[in-house]
T-cell receptor, first 116, second 109 residues
Framework: DAMVIQNPRYQVTQFGKPVTLSCSQT?????MYWYQQKSSQAPKLLFH???????NEADTPDNFQSRRPNTSFCFLDIRSPGLGDAAMYLC???????????????FGPGTRLTVT | KQEVTQIPAALSVPEGENLVLNCSFT??????LQWFRQDPGKGLTSLLL?????REQTSGRLNASLDKSSGRSTLYIAASQPGDSATYLC????????FGTGTRLQVFP
């Protein structure tokens, strides 16, 4: 089945120790997104890739970076995790057509990050 | 600035009841509106997407309506079941998804 896959599902890291979260998709979608969702809060968009073009949200901390080496994979790097970065990180994809402004997003199961 | 509000924040109903979840947004300039389901500790599952030109969408026991002019959407769940227990999130697309904080639904036998 075509899907969005996130690894690992649970990640524990130490304060200040770099961590990388992974997302892959078999949908062949051209757009990939990373969201942060803290407990009992709405998901918040961190950044997205439109094909190879990186689009950062204005309020995303510099501590968060992303890489998209190919269509299928996208990584979220947290350079120096703080206690406030503990959250669920959700990856999503969509197929955006240039002549269309409306599209559906498909989400992965998320990675729960704990910072100790 | 687009703001999305969901009421109620939590809802507990007996099995079999029909129920309505509400979503309101402040800016009617949206491309579409999506309803998602989120189980505890899990990702989001897309339930329904309503294009800005549409007024409703149906999938099984779910029906979602959209009234752009009043900035409102409702998700109607017919004959609720314990398996429907989850948090339901609505999100409006304004070249990025803006989410509400969700309605936590519990359906008890």
């Amino acid at each position: 089945d075509a899907m969005v896959i996130q690894n690992p599902r649970y990640q524990v890291t130490q304060f200040g120790k770099p961590v990388t979260l992974s997302c892959s998709q078999t949908l062949n979608h051209n757009v990939m997104y990373w969201y942060q969702q803290k407990s009992s809060q709405a998901p918040k968009l961190l950044f997205h890739y439109y094909d190879k073009d990186f689009n950062n949200e204005a309020d995303t901390p510099d501590n968060f970076q992303s890489r998209r080496p190919n269509t299928s994979f996208c990584f979220l790097d947290i350079r120096s995790p703080g206690l406030g970065d503990a959250a669920m990180y959700l990856c999503a994809t969509s197929r955006v057509l240039r002549d269309s402004s409306s599209y559906e997003q498909y989400f992965g199961p998320g990675t729960r990050l704990t910072v100790t | 600035k687009q703001e999305v509000t969901q009421i109620p924040a939590a809802l507990s109903v007996p099995e079999g009841e029909n129920l309505v979840l509400n979503c309101s947004f402040t800016d009617s300039a949206i491309y579409n509106l999506q309803w998602f389901r989120q189980d505890p500790g899990k990702g989001l599952t897309s339930l329904l997407l309503i294009q800005s030109s549409q007024r409703e969408q149906t999938s099984g026991r779910l029906n979602a309506s959209l009234d752009k002019s009043s900035g409102r959407s409702t998700l109607y769940i017919a004959a609720s079941q314990p398996g429907d227990s989850a948090t339901y999130l609505c999100a409006v697309d304004t070249d990025k998804l803006i989410f509400g904080t969700g309605t936590r639904l519990q359906v008890f036998p």
